[in-house]
Structure formats: C-alpha cells, structure tokens
C-alpha cells in the first residue's frame, strides 16, 4: 500500500505514488512530494500535449519542454494545455 505524502499541487497528504516514476532526483522529488491522484493527472495531461503538439520523445528539446510543463503543473503555476480541449461535464 502506498504511503501518504504532502502533495505540492493540492497542499495536502494525499495517496503516493507506490515507486518513484524514473530515476534520478527528478524521479525522487516526485515519489516524496506528488500524490498518486495529482500524478495520474500529469500523464493524462502530458498525453494530451505530445498527441497536439506532435511531440517526440527522442527529441531533448521536446521533453525538456514536458519536463518544465510539468514543474509548472506541479507547482500550480500556468501550464501548457492542448489546444482546443473541453473537459468533460458531469452529467446530472
């Protein structure tokens, strides 16, 4: 079961991830302080961008431009979206 963290993006101990998603520092600042849930928006996000944006992951320039995307996201700061996206309504 995973442990608890304080999130960064929601301010709050919420689920975490159960191990770290790379390696690296990155991939340990991640597993400390970004919930399961806050994570599991970033992917839906980030797939979103590479699909519109048509980016490449051999590309360093492309994942340099996620890699800050997601900081972003993270921090609640201003983050890349897809062009044209309309969230889903809950339907009553």
Same mark, same amino acid.
């Given at each position: 079961m995973p442990a608890k963290v304080?999130? *960064?993006k929601y /301010?709050?101990?919420l689920e975490g991830l $159960? $191990? #770290?998603p790379f390696p690296g520092? *990155?991939?340990q600042d991640i597993f400390t302080?970004?919930?399961m849930q806050a994570w599991l928006e970033w992917q839906a996000n980030q797939i979103q961008l590479i699909n519109e944006k048509q980016l490449s992951m051999i590309n360093p320039e492309h994942r340099k431009f996620l890699h800050e995307e997601m900081d972003k996201f993270f921090s609640n /700061?201003?983050?890349a979206?897809?062009?044209g996206y $309309? #969230?889903?309504t809950k339907k009553p």
């Open positions: 304080f999130c *960064r /301010q709050k101990e $159960v $191990v #770290p520092p *990155r991939g302080n970004i919930s /700061q201003d983050f979206k897809a062009d $309309v #969230p889903e």
